[in-house]
């Protein structure tokens, strides 16, 4: 299983929220390429990139560090997500290096815009879901819908998306443990891979995870605890790697 390390964006630079709370934050870097550079420096593979301004914004507003981060490490996978609502933004992303695009409200409010650009990109689309008591949010979390996650996943599925990134929001940034059975519930509805996100705090975290990779989870997405140290990376890295 594959552990990646988030930088999430406000700024221009590298901070944490609390449950989606602009007003709550944490600056861990004031320039986020040193925080990719630790990451690469210590094993990573994959970085999910968070816009926070564009999630609110509901256009890229951090595009310019996006790019600085893809063009310094070429290699690297990096998954995008924040403020992406039209096909023009999946194609500048994809054209500075980015790999996967994350749609999350867009793909929401208008599915039909999910299934245009999984034609146009196949392979480089991921939805991402974040949810509370099993229903979806977006406006960067400010909004409950009334749709079931699973109900949403089992139609991105259906319409070619590569992966789900789930965020239980209720256990994001808290450091209080992930929601290890909501994420098995889901991938086990799903054939496509999961990506867990929100509330990963330590390795009993990750072994939990691990330990239910086989239903179809496939990477974790941590952030405050890897920046806190409540979660050695490297450690943490290892293990996912290992784990069968």
């Not at 070429?74 to 933004?89: A, C, F, K, Y």
């Not at 979806?136 to 979390?141: E, F, H, N, Q, Y």
């Not at 991938?187 to 009993?204: D, F, H, K, L, W």
Request: with cysteine.
């Amino acid at each position: 299983m594959l552990v990646i390390p988030a930088i999430d964006l406000k700024d221009g630079k590298c901070v944490r929220l609390r449950q989606g709370e602009m007003g709550d934050v944490t600056i861990y870097d004031e320039d986020p390429l040193d925080a990719a550079s630790r990451w690469v420096d210590a094993g990573a593979e994959r970085l999910h990139l968070v816009d926070l301004n564009g999630a609110f914004a509901g256009k890229p507003m951090n595009a310019s560090v996006i790019g600085k981060i893809a063009n310094k490490f070429p290699e690297l996978d990096l998954q995008v997500g924040g403020g992406i609502r039209d096909e023009d933004t999946i194609q500048a992303y994809l054209n500075a290096g980015v790999r996967f695009a994350i749609i999350g409200t867009k793909a929401i409010t208008n599915g039909h815009f999910v299934e245009d650009v999984c034609a146009e990109f196949p392979g480089h689309i991921i939805v991402g879901l974040d949810a509370k008591d099993g229903k979806v949010a977006i406006d960067g979390w400010s909004k409950l819908s009334h749709h079931d996650v699973i109900d949403m996943a089992l139609r991105f599925e259906a319409m070619g998306v590569e992966a789900i990134v789930y965020t239980d929001i209720s256990r994001d940034g808290m450091m209080n443990g992930v929601n290890v059975e909501a994420t098995v519930k889901l991938a086990q509805s799903i054939r496509i891979p999961v990506i867990a996100s929100g509330g990963i705090t330590n390795m009993e975290d990750i072994k939990a995870l691990c330990a239910v990779q086989s239903e179809g989870i496939v990477g974790a997405i941590t952030g405050r605890a890897i920046y806190e140290g409540s979660l050695d990376f490297v450690e943490a890295l290892k293990y996912g790697k290992e784990s069968v």
